[in-house]
């Protein structure tokens, strides 16, 4: 049994392997060849939609069944590929897949003319996927080391376990507490350590204006050693998949495969993602059009860092950069003094939210004024998008779902003041305390040349 400590020493390894049966590989082995290619072309695969057609066929395949349902489903696969020809040719990821299909389709003596899986409508319906493995059984089909909690010696201390949340437009959460409002247009890293990688990206959500909220969200699940394979987690708006983007929902083929799993609370809307082997939960919501993302995890992976990585620009560590927060307080006053000058005018407030109707509104989903209170205020105020009040309301049912300390649940102005002002004052010290070593070093050396 490793401890902790010796956990955080192993370094995960990247990598994929496929492996065939009697030196010729199944289709299936081939079509993670195919899933392993279009995630190292992420880009490409998100922009032509290939991967989407790459999950779908492969969740179809994932159960073995009579070669005319593969075939049904390969031909199926093939019409999604050809969909996309116009915003993909000259792409490689689409060229790969069309050669994959057409190697598919001899290997299988697959006919190209044919139902396909889509149109076959009057077919019964399949038999329910097997229930997963409680928490009693999923411990006995893996090592220890795969299982976080039961890794960890008995006689010491319980893990303390953090929580991040971002949503909105945008608000974060970090693992310390501290709540920040920030502008983050484009892609920023929310997470990065040995065993894992969160990055979002941001897209305005009113022309010229600087609030954005994100659109796309990448999770990356470092191989770790007999537990887990390599995974890649990609939602973007209007795509929640129920599975990694190699179409699995688990871990891969290794012993501790069930201590990663995706699971679909609400079609679309909600997926769970669970890493029990470090103790990770993660939860991935829609809410109108626009992405949330909140975590549950233990403070030793937070801090297990790559040696070199100082973690600067780690949104849930660090916080957003101070060029890219904003002021609540200075946003509230200005959204004020613009009704009282709207109601002297007789007009209307732009978006059309006041700054009282906007705090009328939230007040029904959010009773308490705290943050998350005001985080829906202002993006009420600033978007016009009442879908906020519920990605408002949604991250704090996360926090009570995953925070550790139910007294922390809610957070208000004067404890965001204090985070912010601690943070002053740790920085002053450092610069204190740089300078004071300056001059030490000065002094120094001029009583050697004396």
């Known amino acids: 049994m490793q401890s902790p400590r010796e956990r955080s020493e192993v370094r995960p390894r990247a990598g994929w392997m496929v492996m065939g049966k009697r030196g010729r590989p199944s289709a299936l082995e081939v079509c993670r060849v195919l899933a392993v290619f279009l995630s190292l072309f992420p880009s490409v695969s998100l922009q032509c939609k290939i991967l ?18 593969f075939c049904t489903a390969l031909r199926a696969y093939n019409s999604c590929v050809r969909r996309t020809a116009r915003t993909c040719r000259g792409d490689l990821a689409y060229h790969s897949a069309q050669h994959g299909i057409e190697d598919l389709m001899s290997q299988h003596n697959c006919s190209k003319e044919g139902p396909t899986s889509q149109t076959r409508t009057r077919t019964p319906l399949l038999p329910p996927p097997t229930p997963l493995l409680p928490d009693s059984q999923e411990r006995s089909d893996g090592p220890e080391v795969c299982h976080y909690e039961r890794s960890i010696p008995r006689n010491t201390a319980p893990p303390n376990y953090t929580h991040c949340g971002f949503f909105g437009d945008p608000h974060l959460r970090t693992f310390d507490d501290d709540f920040q409002t920030c502008k983050v247009e484009g892609a920023w890293p929310l997470i990065h350590n040995k065993y894992l990688s969160v ?9 010229g204006s600087v609030a954005t909220a994100t659109s796309k969200l990448t999770i990356i699940f470092k191989n770790f050693q007999e537990c887990v394979d390599q995974k890649m987690y990609h939602a973007e708006t209007d795509e929640l998949p129920a599975a990694f983007a190699d179409g699995s929902k688990n871990g891969g083929d290794r012993h501790g495969a069930n201590t ?26 829609q809410v109108g059009r626009y992405l949330t993302f909140a975590v549950r995890m233990p403070e030793e992976v937070v801090n297990s860092v790559e ?17 890219q927060r904003i002021d609540f307080r200075n946003f509230r006053a200005r959204a004020a003094e613009a009704q009282s000058a709207g109601r002297m005018r007789g007009n209307s407030v732009a978006h059309g939210f ?20 005001q985080s829906c205020v202002f993006d009420l105020l600033s978007s016009g998008d009442i ?21 922390r649940y809610h957070i208000y102005e004067n404890d965001a003041f204090l985070n912010s ?30």
């Open 52 to 69: 989407k057609c790459n999950s779908e066929f492969w969740a179809s395949t994932s159960n073995s069944g009579p070669e005319e349902e």
């Open 199 to 207: 990055q979002v990206t941001n897209t305005p959500v009113v022309p």
């Open 260 to 285: 990663l799993r995706v699971v679909e609370k609400v079609p679309g809307q909600h997926v769970e993602i669970q890493a029990r082997y470090i103790g990770t939960t993660i939860v991935v919501r």
């Open 307 to 323: 040696e070199g990585d100082n973690q600067d620009l780690y949104l849930c560590l660090h916080g957003c950069p101070a060029n």
């Open 354 to 373: 006041t700054y009282q109707s906007a705090k009328a509104k939230c007040k029904e989903r959010l009773p308490v004024e705290d943050l998350y209170f």
């Open 387 to 407: 879908n906020f009040t519920m990605a408002a309301y949604y991250a704090f049912e996360d926090v009570k779902m995953l925070h550790s300390n139910s007294k």
């Open 421 to 450: 002002a601690a943070q002053t004052s740790r920085d002053l010290f450092s610069l204190f305390s740089l300078n004071l070593l300056a001059v030490l070093l000065w002094i120094e050396c001029c009583t050697v040349h004396l």
